[in-house]
Structure formats: C-alpha cells, structure tokens
C-alpha cells in the first residue's frame, strides 16, 4: 500500500482538527468524505476518531449516572421542603467535583485531538496493533495492508 498524500493527511488532520468543536459530526462526516474520496488514511483517522468519540460518550454517561445515584436519594428532603436538613456543602462538594472532572476530560479530549492531527500531517500514523486501532482499521477496510508503529521491519504487516 503506497504512503499516505500530503492531501491524505491534510484531510485526517482536518478530522482530528474539526473533532474539536464538532466531535462526533466531524468523525462521521469525515468517514463518509474519506470513503467517497478512496482516502483509506482518512478514512482510518475518522473511523478513530468515532470510537474515541463512543469511548467518551461511555465514560461521561457513567460519570453522570454515578453522579445522579449519588444525588437522587438526597433529594427527599428538598421535595418535602424541608430546607434545613439538606446537605448543601455535600451537594455543592459533589457538584463541583463532577463537573472539574467532566472539564479535565474535556481538555484531556481537546489535546489527545491536537496530538492526533499533528501526528496525521507530520508521519504516516496507522496506530498501533491494539484495541480501538485495530477496530478502526476494520471499519476503514485497511486491517492487514498497513505497517504498524513499533514493529520491525520482518513484522511491519499486521496480520488481523
């Protein structure tokens, strides 16, 4: 398989790039251009792209649902209206710690986006023979063409 073009690369780091703002537009989008354009590189980058998005979307829900258990048995005494038995520092506490969370995900998320796009126009980045890349690669129908970061050039084929 022939290295990726410098618009093959232009168009994964556009994805990354766009995941910022649009993250789950920008990987579905960007999967169905890449696949239109026959840019495989593309194409993997988007299909990434997605599966971080899903991984995110995991995490964040668990986080609310654990945050909502904490939450709901508390709320007796503000449904009675019984002010004065609530735990308003527990609440506050709790509250602020959940959403600190969700930001330092969102950053983390923000910056894992950057490193990908810079990574997409500097290298040829097929991932690694792990987990969500080689997902990606199956959704892109590049799994068992691509060298794969890490391996010696006798191992440079992925054999999934």
Request: proline content about 4%.
């Amino acid at each position: 398989m022939a290295s990726p073009s410098k618009n093959d690369r232009y168009l994964a780091a556009a994805i990354h790039g766009l995941g910022i703002p649009f993250p789950w537009g920008a990987a579905i989008i960007g999967f169905f251009v890449a696949g239109a354009m026959g840019n495989r590189y593309a194409k993997y980058h988007a299909a990434k792209a997605f599966l971080g998005e899903v991984g995110a979307f995991l995490l964040t829900a668990t986080i609310v649902i654990i945050s909502l258990a904490m939450s709901i048995p508390k709320m007796g005494p503000i449904l009675q209206g019984q002010w004065d038995q609530v735990d308003w520092w527990g609440i506050v506490i709790k509250s602020v710690v959940v959403w600190l969370g969700l930001a330092a995900f969102g950053l983390w998320n923000t910056i894992t986006s950057i490193r990908m796009a810079m990574r997409c126009l500097h290298d040829e980045d097929w991932g690694k023979n792990k987990g969500t890349d080689r997902w990606a690669r199956r959704l892109a129908g590049v799994s068992g063409e691509v060298p794969v970061s890490g391996l010696t050039p006798t191992q440079s084929r992925e054999t999934v």
